[in-house]
């Protein structure tokens, strides 16, 4: 079975630009997230996914980011325009809508550079 | 707001020797998770903590819950190089709109030497 996916592994952009990432959950996991490490710090929550529906965005920073999951199946995070202070390695994690024990399983991370 | 410390934050240790990793947290949980993190890897999945006292073993790591003190320990028995890695601990917050998600701690780097 597939685990989480994430692409790109890594993207250097500059203040300024746009940057999309993306995520594809373990096949049937209705439950998607979005975390994210900044350089140093611990991993924080940014938003919850079921299905498609956004559950929970409150660990979003601000208006910059934007993440969706047309069709609740892929998502996408969205970065405009991007700060230096956005730098940092983003994770995707899903579960399954009744999973006993709330696990999550993570894909490998995009990490992110804003020069 | 809860809040999950994590001690040591790094850690370099000779192989063969023994060493702790504290977890601990500052809200009630039942629930608590042991993930490594080898560097550009996923966060691997360790171990699966779900209530007072619940203690898991897998090789040479061994995993324990105390919910009454808020505290988790990874325990690590005769360390081998192949351990290296970065270790995070993660309580589980469900929110008052009933959903939930991970707290994270700050991560234990640790390095073995040969």
């Known amino acids: 079975e597939a685990g989480v996916t994430q692409f790109p592994s890594h993207s250097v952009i500059e203040k300024g630009q746009t940057v999309t990432l993306r995520c594809d959950p373990i096949?049937?996991?209705?439950?998607l997230y979005w975390y994210r490490r900044v350089m140093g710090k611990e991993i924080k929550f940014l938003l919850h996914?079921?299905?498609?529906?956004?559950?929970?965005e409150s660990g979003m920073p601000n208006n910059r980011f934007l993440a969706e999951r047309t069709g609740g199946t892929y998502s996408t995070l969205k970065v405009q325009p991007a700060e230096l202070e956005d730098s940092g390695v983003y994770f995707c994690?899903?579960?399954?809508?009744?999973?006993?024990?709330?696990?999550?399983?993570f894909g490998p991370g995009t990490r992110l550079t804003v020069l | 707001e809860l809040k999950v410390e994590q001690n040591p934050l790094f850690l370099s240790m000779q192989e063969g020797k023994n060493y702790t990793i504290y977890c601990n947290y500052s809200?009630?949980?039942?629930?608590l998770y042991w993930y490594r993190q080898d560097p550009g890897k996923s966060l691997e999945s360790l171990f699966v903590?779900?209530?007072?006292?619940a203690v898991k073993q897998e090789g040479r790591l061994m995993a324990s819950l105390d919910t009454k003190a808020r505290l988790s320990t990874l325990h690590i028995t005769a360390a081998v190089h192949d351990l290296s890695a970065t270790y995070f601990c993660?309580?589980?917050?469900?929110?008052?709109?009933?959903?939930?998600?991970?707290?994270f701690g700050t991560g234990t780097r640790l390095k073995v030497l040969a």
């Open positions: 994690a899903s579960s399954p809508l009744a999973g006993i024990n709330n696990e999550q399983f």
């Open positions: 096949s049937g996991h209705d439950n």
């Open positions: 996914f079921v299905k498609e529906s956004k559950q929970d």
């Open positions: 809200t009630t949980s039942d629930r």
């Open positions: 903590l779900l209530s007072n006292g």
């Open positions: 993660a309580v589980d917050l469900t929110t008052t709109s009933g959903t939930y998600k991970y707290i």
